[in-house]
């Protein structure tokens, strides 16, 4: 289904609906899990930092689940697959942890109410456990997707993934690699940046979300709006495309993804 973009002013703008939604959709589960799909990267910290503000003026959102879609893995001495160190800046755990998670339980507390406090990742040793995890919890509630810039990735799916892939081992091509290398000042090389992460799938994006936020902000996203905007189903060599074939989806982009002048 080909997608109309809804265009806000800005990224903020963007993360103030965006929490509103979220909000909208834990309130209708009351007491129940909300699973949230949750990129690491730019676009979609104006998001959490709302969530945040939302915390701070007494807002419960201990039921909160922070589903992380990704992560860069390194293999252990055994051969086996870990997600990287979490106090490693490009950790996406860790940035769970450090910008998702740690300013809601800030928040929190100085409005006195009750913090969230479970984020899941992918067990890259086991994959596909990943999938069973969400669909026995009924699904992530709401899935917030971006785009890469210059290949589509979503989540770390590559240029060529089939429509049916769930949660998989990936090696990451230079181009998500050198996409993503902009986000931390540290990687000064490519080489620095690693070559194999743990992903959901395309088909986990769309099989097992009730709703998905797709979220483009910044002149480098304009190619993406392009892409998105004019495809009518998945297209494998963009596979942020996939949002066109999600339940009940939202494209949210800002003037400058757009190229609206201000
Ligand atoms: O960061 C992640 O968890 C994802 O791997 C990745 O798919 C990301 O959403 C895009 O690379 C867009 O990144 P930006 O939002 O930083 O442009």
Redesign the pocket.
């Known amino acids: 289904m080909r997608l109309t973009p809804q265009i806000l002013p800005d990224r903020e703008a963007i993360g103030e609906v965006v929490a509103e939604i979220i909000l909208d959709r834990m309130s209708a589960k009351g007491d129940k899990p909300f699973l949230l799909g949750c ?6 910290v104006p998001v959490y930092d709302a969530l945040a503000r939302e915390a701070a003026r007494g807002r419960d959102l201990s039921n909160l689940v922070i589903v992380m ?2 992560d860069y893995v390194v293999p252990d001495e055994t051969g086996r697959y870990r997600v990287v160190d979490p106090d490693s800046s490009y950790s ?1 755990l860790g940035f769970a942890l450090r910008d998702i998670l740690a300013p809601i339980a800030a928040a929190s507390e100085s409005s006195d109410t009750a913090a969230p406090s479970q984020v899941w990742t992918a067990d890259p040793a086991a994959p596909e456990d990943y999938d069973a995890r969400i669909s026995a919890a009924g699904g992530i509630d709401l899935f917030l997707l ?4 210059s290949d589509g ?4 799916n590559q240029p060529g993934t089939p429509r049916d892939a769930k949660t998989h081992i990936v090696t990451l091509g230079e181009a ?1 690699r050198r ?2 290398m902009a ?1 931390f000042p540290e990687f000064t090389h490519l080489d620095m940046v690693p070559g194999t992460g743990v992903t959901v799938g395309v088909d986990t994006i769309a099989w097992l979300s009730a709703e998905v936020v797709m979220i483009l902000s910044g002149e480098h996203k304009r190619e993406a709006f392009a892409r998105i905007t004019s495809a009518e189903a998945y297209e494998d060599d963009w596979p942020a495309t996939i949002v066109t074939e999600c339940r009940n989806p939202l494209l949210l982009v800002d003037r400058a993804a757009a190229a609206v002048p201000v």
Do not use: I, K, L, Y
């Not at 971006?146 to 810039?149: H, P, T």
């Open positions: 990129p690491s990267g730019r676009t979609a879609m990704d996406c971006a785009s890469g810039d990735h979503v989540a770390f998500t996409d993503n986000t």
